[in-house]
């Protein structure tokens, strides 16, 4: 499941894929899966990425990762468009704008910036 994840770029790492199926953000019908499970073709597969819900129907099984060009043609992208929209929302929002000469965020204003758009580092 993990290899699978990671080669058709879910995931960036296979790492990252293997622990989001250890933590039970990625399923298959409703059920978490462990990163050893097999993939079949024809599998509705729900994968929690960051802060986007990913629903994908597998087509196709590979051995090895693809680039990103060749990925679209192992599976079938089912996400509602409600999810691609929290991403486009994220990248839009504005970052940290502050009033012209503010000057340097305090120790408190950086508190409250991380508590808002939360750790990024």
């Known amino acids: 499941m993990d290899k699978w994840l990671w080669s058709v770029r879910l995931f960036k790492t296979r790492t990252l894929a293997s622990e989001a199926c250890a933590a039970g953000r990625v ?9 050893a499970r097999a993939v079949h073709v024809g ?3 729900i994968a ?4 986007m819900t990913r629903t994908v129907k597998v ?10 060009k060749r990925a679209p043609e ?26 012209k000469g503010a000057g340097r965020p ?3 204003d950086r508190r409250l910036l991380q ?3 939360g750790d990024e580092n």
Do not use: Q, W
């Not at 399923?27 to 990163?35: M, R, S, T, W």
């Not at 929690?48 to 802060?51: A, D, H, L, N, S």
């Not at 468009?81 to 940290?96: I, M, N």
């Open 74 to 99: 192992y599976f079938e992208d089912l996400t509602p468009a409600s999810e691609h929209e929290k991403r486009r929302e994220k990248a839009l929002a504005p970052g940290g704008v502050r009033p």
């Open 27 to 35: 399923c298959i019908n409703n059920l978490p899966v462990k990163p």
């Open 115 to 117: 508590s808002y758009f």
């Open 43 to 45: 599998e509705v597969i």
């Open 48 to 51: 929690v990425t960051g802060e």
């Open 106 to 108: 305090t120790k408190r």
């Open 59 to 68: 087509l196709a099984l590979l051995g090895t990762r693809v680039g990103a």
